[in-house]
């Protein structure tokens, strides 16, 4: 198995440190108690997040920790981009049956 390689492994558990570092840095504990409450029940959401919060951090775009309200905009902001928008067609189909004769 090639995920399996050591040096994979390590590098990956780096890449992790970095972004808990970068994230610790930029949230107060009640906005990073949250975003690990949502990696549990949406990580794909999380991880999105995440990025978005290590990107501003990257570009300096980020005055300060973020609070927990803070981290709600995020998240309405992120859950807005990625909002998929599902429509029900309902296709009826004509019977030939009539209701103006009775089966009593």
């Keep these: 198995d090639p995920s399996s390689d050591p040096s994979q492994q390590e590098a990956k558990q ?9 994230l610790a840095q930029v949230l107060d504990q009640a906005a990073r108690a949250r975003l690990s409450n949502l990696a549990l029940v949406k990580p794909d959401k999380a991880k999105a997040v995440e990025n978005y919060l290590i990107q501003m ?31 029900v067609k309902f296709n009826r189909r004509k019977v030939l049956d009539s209701d103006e004769e009775d089966d009593y």
């Design 14 to 22: 780096r890449e992790a440190e970095i972004r808990n570092t970068i």
């Design 57 to 87: 951090a990257r570009f300096g775009q980020l005055a300060g920790k973020v609070s927990e309200q803070g981290l709600i905009e995020i998240l309405e902001k992120v859950s807005q981009q990625t909002e998929k928008k599902t429509t």
